[in-house]
């Protein structure tokens, strides 16, 4: 069975500066998703950013990025340039690429942004 | 365009009590799925419903839960006999179709028992 692990329960960072969420998975599959969610206060659920397995080039959507290492199962999001509304609980989550359609989450990482 | 909707916000029920939950997905969306968050964790499986039809409800509780997905309306999540345990945040999302990668969550339905 799949398995997600995130283990900063909590990390801070001074605002305008970069930090990194830490993501390791555990999966026997060579093709699969991979996938950072943001959960802001309201509870929302919010796709930052994903990573199809088969793709080498690393994702990245604006301050966005990911360190996908698929020997070593590691999939870590940097913020760059951090903002107070990044300041989220983050989730990781792992997806079959094309059976058992579930997303598979570790249990999240709170982010505190310092002003 | 609205995105994935879900009623209500916010539930109270009573313990043994009955709670339905909705969800409407995206539009053009015919793929539903349900997961529940409990405090400080992240989000569990329950169940995966294309229109008509269960596709997977192995995260699902083998008694007093059960969803269904017809062909007119909204997606339902019902919980029969309500108990405390039962309090959670419970999260729809929709994906265009089987092969999509990408699942879009509503806001999610926070359920307290008392």
């Known amino acids: 069975a799949q398995t997600v692990t995130q283990s900063q329960p909590e990390m801070s960072v001074q605002e305008a500066e970069t930090v990194t969420l830490s993501c390791t998975y555990d999966t026997s599959e060579s093709d699969y998703y991979l996938f950072w969610y943001k959960q802001p206060p309201s509870r929302q659920m919010i796709l930052v950013i994903r990573?199809?397995?088969?793709k080498q080039q690393n994702a990245t959507e604006n301050r966005f990025s990911v360190n996908f290492q698929k020997a070593a199962k590691s999939f870590s999001l940097k913020i760059s340039d951090s903002q107070l509304g990044d300041a989220a609980m983050y989730f990781c989550?792992?997806?079959?690429?094309?059976?058992?359609?579930?997303?598979?989450w570790g249990a999240g990482t709170k982010l505190i942004i310092k002003p | 365009n609205a995105g994935v909707m879900q009623n209500p916000r916010h539930l109270v029920r009573r313990r043994g009590q009955e709670a339905r939950l909705r969800c409407s997905p995206m539009?053009?969306?015919?793929?539903v799925y349900w997961y529940r968050q409990l405090p400080e964790e992240g989000l569990k499986f329950m169940v995966y419903?294309?229109?008509?039809?269960?596709?997977?409800e192995s995260g699902m509780p083998k008694e007093r839960f059960s969803a269904e997905f017809p062909k007119e309306g909204p997606s339902i999540l019902r919980i029969q006999q309500v108990v405390r345990g039962d309090s959670a945040a419970y999260f729809c999302?929709?994906?265009?179709?089987?092969?999509?990668?990408?699942?879009?969550f509503g806001p999610g339905t926070r359920l307290t028992v008392l």
């Open positions: 539009k053009g969306h015919s793929h």
């Open positions: 999302a929709s994906s265009l179709d089987r092969g999509s990668d990408t699942q879009y």
């Open positions: 419903l294309q229109k008509e039809n269960i596709i997977d």
């Open positions: 989550a792992y997806r079959n690429w094309d059976s058992n359609y579930q997303l598979i």
């Open positions: 990573q199809e397995a088969y």
